[in-house]
Nanobody, 120 residues
């Protein structure tokens, strides 16, 4: 397991942008972002293969969010553009070697979560 430290959440108006960061304390094959809104299950947003930066974007984020990874900093970034009120949630960073990228049970390390609030 690795320790994950997230930053970058906040409040924006619809159409705005935010960038989340997640720094890992050590090597991990994949880093991913999940989100959980009140009363809903945790949902996969995006994942990145740290060896070559190959991204995978989940349906809720496709066309608006991008994920990247800086190997020198062991940090993953989630750039969120054109934010919508339905993007409001706590966003969690995860790390591990998953077989299914958007299955939260496949990840062994989790960050503390960062709140993203989008107002209309």
């Amino acid at each position: 397991q690795v320790r994950l430290v997230e930053s970058g959440g906040g409040s924006v108006q619809a159409g705005g942008s935010l960038r989340l960061s997640c720094a890992a304390s050590g090597y991990t094959a994949y880093m991913a972002w999940f989100r959980q809104a009140p009363g809903k299950t945790r949902e996969g947003v995006a994942a990145v293969y740290t060896a070559d930066g190959s991204p995978w974007i989940g349906d809720p984020a496709r066309g608006r969010f991008t994920i990247s990874h800086d190997n020198s900093k062991r940090t993953a970034y989630l750039q969120m553009n054109n934010l919508k009120p339905e993007d409001t949630a706590i966003y969690y960073c995860a790390a591990g070697s998953p077989s299914r990228l958007m299955d939260p049970s496949e990840y062994t390390s989790w960050g503390q979560g960062t709140q993203v609030t989008v107002s209309s």
